[in-house]
C-alpha cells in the first residue's frame, strides 16, 4: 500500500475539490466575473494552493474517509485540530499559523457560501501566539549596505585570478545589493526589472517605473536609480551583463547563469550569501526594507513618509511603526552615549583625585 504523500498530488484531490478550485481561480472576461482568486496573483494562488495540497495530505495520512465527505462536512474542527496538533509536531508556530490560514482562504474562495467565521477565528488565535523576531541585532545601516554592494563590484573589477563569469556574477550580486539598500522595492518586485520597459535611460540617469501586477498593493511605482549607483549600472549593462551566459535572450536585468532572469529566490539566496560573510549572519531582502526606513527617520524623521512612497506602502501606520523604531533606536544611542560620558567624567575625576594626594 502507498503512504500518502504530505502534499495530496492534483489528480488525488477529490473531485468536488478541483471543480472548486478551478472556478475559484477562473479569469473573468468582459462577459462575465472571474473567480473568487481570479485577481490574486499568480504567487498568492500558487501559496495557498500548496496550504491546501498539505491539508489535504494531512487528511490522506491521519482522516482519509474524511476525502470522500462534502467539504462542509470535512472541514470541522475535530479535523483542523488534529491537522494543528500535527503540524505543531514538525514545524514552528508561524508556520502552523500559516498553514490554517492558507486552508481558511482555500476554503472561503472554493466554498464561499459556507460560514467560515470560526476557521478565520482559528487562525487569528494561532497568529496570536506567533513571536515576532527580533530583527534589531540583524539591522545594518543602509551606508553600510551600499558599501558592502559597491566593495563587491570594485571586487569584481580588480580581480585577476577569477573567471570572467565569476567576476561578472560577483558584480551583478554587488549591482542587487546596492540597489536593494537605496531603493528597498520587494523582492517580487525587484526580479521583474526588465530592460526598457521597467528600467529606462532618462537623460544621464534611469528611471524604474513598475506596473500594477509587480508590486504588492497592486499599484505603479515610479523612481529612479540612485545617482551614485548610475556609472555602476551603466558598467553592468555595457560589460558585465554581458558576459553572463545567455543574457541576450531576454531583457531582465539580474541574468541568471542558467540563461534567463534571476527568480526572488535566487535573488534571495544570494543577498543572504553576501550579507552573511561580509557580517557573520544574513541581512535578508525584506530587512533591507526595515533598514532604510529606520534610516530615513533617524536621518530625516520631518520626512518620513518619503518611507512610504519609496517601499510602497499604502497605511502610513505601517512607515509610523519604523518612526517609532527609529526613536527607540536613537535613544538607546544617546543613552550609551550618556553613559560613556559620564564615566570618563568619573575617571577623570578620580585621576585628578589621585594627582592631588600625589603632590
Known amino acids: 500500500m502507498r503512504t500518502p504523500k504530505l502534499l495530496l498530488p492534483w489528480d488525488q484531490w477529490p473531485a468536488v475539490d478541483r471543480s472548486a478550485w478551478n472556478a475559484a481561480v477562473h479569469p473573468g472576461n468582459m462577459l462575465e466575473d472571474g473567480g473568487r482568486a481570479s485577481h490574486w496573483a499568480p504567487r498568492s494562488q500558487r501559496t495557498v494552493l500548496f496550504g491546501y495540497r498539505r ?105 585577476t585570478d577569477m573567471r570572467p563569469k565569476d567576476r561578472a556574477l560577483l558584480y551583478r550580486d554587488g549591482l542587487i545589493i546596492g540597489l536593494f539598500a537605496t531603493r528597498a522595492f520587494r523582492r517580487r518586485t525587484f526580479a521583474a526589472i526588465r530592460i526598457g520597459t521597467t528600467l529606462i535611460r532618462v537623460g544621464q540617469g534611469y528611471a524604474l517605473t513598475f506596473r500594477p501586477q509587480d508590486t504588492k498593493n497592486h499599484q505603479s511605482l515610479e523612481t529612479s536609480v540612485p545617482e551614485v549607483l ?21 531583457d531582465g536585468l539580474w541574468a541568471s ?49 518619503i518611507a512610504a512612497h519609496m517601499l510602497g506602502h499604502i497605511d502610513p501606520t505601517i512607515t509610523e511603526r519604523y518612526y517609532i523604531q527609529a526613536e527607540t533606536l536613537e535613544a538607546g544611542r544617546k543613552y550609551q552615549e550618556g553613559v560613556m560620558a559620564l564615566r570618563e567624567r568619573l575617571e577623570q575625576s578620580e585621576q585628578n583625585k589621585r594627582s592631588s594626594k600625589e603632590t
Not at 549593462?237 to 545567455?246: A, D, H, P, Q, V
Not at 535566487?266 to 526595515?290: K, Q, W
Open 55 to 159: 491539508w489535504l495530505g494531512h487528511l490522506a495520512l491521519h482522516e482519509p474517509d474524511a476525502l470522500d465527505l462534502d467539504p462542509s462536512d470535512r472541514i470541522i474542527p475535530d479535523h483542523v485540530q488534529g491537522y494543528i496538533t500535527a503540524l505543531r509536531a514538525s514545524i514552528t508556530p508561524a508556520g502552523t499559523h500559516n498553514y490554517v490560514k492558507h486552508l481558511h482562504d482555500a476554503a472561503r474562495i472554493m466554498w464561499p457560501d459556507e460560514d467560515w467565521t470560526w476557521l478565520r477565528e482559528v487562525a487569528r488565535r494561532l497568529a496570536q501566539l506567533v513571536e515576532p523576531p527580533n530583527k534589531r541585532p540583524r539591522m545594518k545601516s543602509s551606508s553600510q549596505l551600499l558599501d558592502l554592494g559597491i566593495d563587491l563590484m570594485s571586487k569584481a573589477q580588480a580581480s
Open 230 to 250: 548610475v556609472p555602476y549600472l551603466d558598467t553592468y549593462l555595457k560589460t558585465y551583463r554581458l558576459m553572463i551566459f545567455g543574457s541576450d535572450r531576454h
Open 257 to 305: 547563469a542558467k540563461g534567463r532572469p534571476m527568480t526572488e529566490e535566487a535573488i534571495y539566496e544570494r543577498v543572504c550569501l553576501h550579507t552573511r560573510r561580509a557580517f557573520g549572519e544574513s541581512v535578508n531582502p525584506h530587512l533591507f526594507r526595515d533598514c532604510l526606513a529606520t534610516e530615513i527617520a533617524i536621518r530625516d524623521p520631518e520626512n518620513v513618509a
